[in-house]
């Protein structure tokens, strides 16, 4: 299968999956409640790095924002944000979503590689964030897009999955971590037929999807490739979902329980132009 037609089926179930996640993660009655906030990890993590360790007052583009809910969180702290995502339902739902909560918050259709000319204009921060780099084929293409959607001196932000984790062998019981799956991005992408979206357990008519794994080697390469300067590196021990069996809920997210085997479950990157 090319690439162009595993994005396709990609693209078809994301699609799907809109309605299912504005249910699934109590999209409205999170912008019906102004006090209500998304991003906060992601927030902190930018703010040694922003003029008065603060995201008020800036510009910023949040790529692959699906439907917007971390978009909008942005936004009520304080950010002028411009969401984009490949999905038109997505996009649909998510200037909804914006316009109930009454945020500046908009939206535009686009691939990351064509948001600097669909946008035409350049932000004081990008911030791309949990479970978009494994969509994305191309990390080159993406962190250029990146590069020339930054303003001088713009700083930009990746949280996602740790590639460690992603090569851990799913659905053991008695607490080991395996490796089951490759970890390098030679292997090329992974085919997934579960037909269910990871947010509810309602059955989905387009069930395949393709996912690529990237190495911290191949994701540093894209970002330093691109002419962006890192400033942060970080490997976290907990996360926003239990993607493992065992984890336990604490105030910091979902992490492996005591004693057990360790892993880094996420990280981030902070770099500037």
């Known amino acids: 299968m090319s690439t162009d037609e595993a994005v396709a089926a990609n693209l078809r179930t994301w699609d799907e999956r809109v309605p299912h996640h504005v249910v699934a993660y109590g999209a409205e009655a999170f912008a019906d409640d102004p006090g209500a906030l ?14 008065g360790g603060s995201i008020a007052g800036l ?76 969509w994305l084929d191309d990390l080159t293409t993406w962190a250029r897009a990146v590069h020339r959607l930054l303003r001088p001196a713009g700083v930009f932000l990746v949280h996602d999955a740790h590639p460690m984790l992603s ?6 019981s008695d607490g080991l971590l395996v490796l089951g799956e490759p970890y390098f991005a030679s292997s ?14 309602a059955p989905m008519q387009h069930n395949t999807t393709y996912v690529w794994p990237h190495d911290l080697a191949e994701i540093f390469g894209a970002v330093l490739g691109a002419g962006l ?17 065992g984890m336990v809920e604490t105030e910091r997210g979902f992490e492996l329980p005591p004693g057990s085997a360790e892993c880094p479950l996420m990280f981030s990157i902070v770099a500037r132009s």
């Open 167 to 172: 090569a851990l062998q799913e659905g053991r």
């Open 38 to 51: 998304r991003a906060q990890t992601e927030v902190g993590l930018l703010a040694p790095h922003l003029p």
């Open 188 to 201: 090329g992408p992974r085919r997934w037929d579960d037909g269910l979206t990871y947010a509810t357990d």
């Open 229 to 245: 300067h890192v400033e942060a590196f970080h490997e976290h021990r907990s996360m926003p979902w239990a993607a493992l069996p």
């Open 59 to 134: 510009d910023v583009v949040h790529l692959q924002c699906h439907i917007g809910t971390d978009t909008i969180g942005l936004a009520r702290h304080g950010a002028r944000v411009v969401g984009t995502d490949l999905s038109g339902p997505a996009v649909e739902a998510a200037r909804a979503l914006a316009r109930r909560a009454g945020v500046d918050a908009s939206f535009a259709l686009c691939r990351n590689e064509d948001a600097p000319d669909v946008l035409g204009r350049r932000f004081d921060v990008v911030v791309t964030s949990v479970g978009v780099l494994c």
